[in-house]
């Protein structure tokens, strides 16, 4: 979190802005800091139609794992940064969107996370400068987590069921 306007260095203070508690510049430069949540794609990635392809990035605890996602840059498409991002982290490019599953509020990362359900095949090749490991999960046994992407995952199996 900053603590100094970034217009003319005086101290953040939070004060009510537009209706709401935010940080504010405590001079009269009229600085206001919103702290926008940051746009990040997901997507449960369907491997191979049995399984679902699940990622550890480096520096999570040994028994985490999640979806594959990443950040939305600049000038690009929701949906193709998800297909970027599955190249990226595990090197698949044999890849279909199903469909656009939601977006998904991640309040303790300040992430608002764009999320996909897609098809893939070909052979993994993990990109070992974002992620420590992968796994393959069969659907039947995949189970959400509460937070991040877990949502997502708990939507999708639900809708799976009927």
Same mark, same amino acid.
């Given at each position: 979190?900053?603590?100094?306007?970034? *217009?003319?260095?005086?101290?953040? +203070?939070?004060?009510?802005?537009?209706?709401?508690?935010?940080?504010?510049?405590?001079?009269?430069?009229?600085?206001?800091?919103?702290? /926008?949540?940051?746009?990040? $794609?997901?997507?449960? *990635?369907?491997?191979?139609?049995? !399984? $679902?392809?699940? !990622?550890?990035?480096?520096? #999570?605890?040994? @028994? #985490? &794992?999640?979806? $594959?996602?990443?950040?939305?840059?600049?000038?690009? +498409?929701?949906?193709?940064?998800?297909?970027?991002?599955?190249?990226? =982290?595990?090197?698949?490019?044999?890849? =279909?969107? *199903? +469909? &656009?599953?939601?977006?998904?509020? &991640?309040?303790?990362? /300040? +992430?608002?996370? &764009? !999320?996909?359900? *897609?098809?893939?095949?070909? @052979?993994? $090749?993990?990109?070992?400068? =974002?992620?420590?490991?992968?796994?393959?999960?069969?659907?039947?046994?995949?189970?959400? #987590?509460?937070?991040?992407?877990?949502?997502?995952?708990?939507? #999708?199996?639900?809708?799976?069921?009927?």
């Amino acid at each position: 979190m900053i603590k100094f306007c970034p *217009v003319c260095a005086s101290p953040l +203070e939070v004060k009510e802005a537009s209706g709401r508690d935010r940080l504010v510049c405590s001079k009269p430069c009229g600085y206001v800091f919103y702290d /926008n949540p940051l746009p990040v $794609v997901g997507a449960i *990635v369907e491997y191979d139609n049995d !399984t $679902v392809v699940l !990622t550890q990035n480096i520096g #999570w605890p040994a @028994d #985490w &794992f999640g979806l $594959v996602t990443g950040f939305l840059e600049r000038g690009e +498409e929701p949906a193709d940064a998800i297909l970027r991002e599955i190249r990226e =982290e595990i090197g698949l490019t044999q890849v =279909e969107i *199903v +469909e &656009f599953l939601g977006i998904y509020t &991640f309040y303790q990362r /300040n +992430e608002i996370i &764009f !999320t996909y359900h *897609v098809r893939a095949t070909g @052979d993994i $090749v993990m990109d070992t400068t =974002e992620l420590q490991a992968y796994k393959l999960t069969p659907i039947s046994e995949l189970r959400p #987590w509460p937070f991040g992407t877990g949502p997502a995952v708990k939507d #999708w199996l639900a809708k799976r069921r009927g």
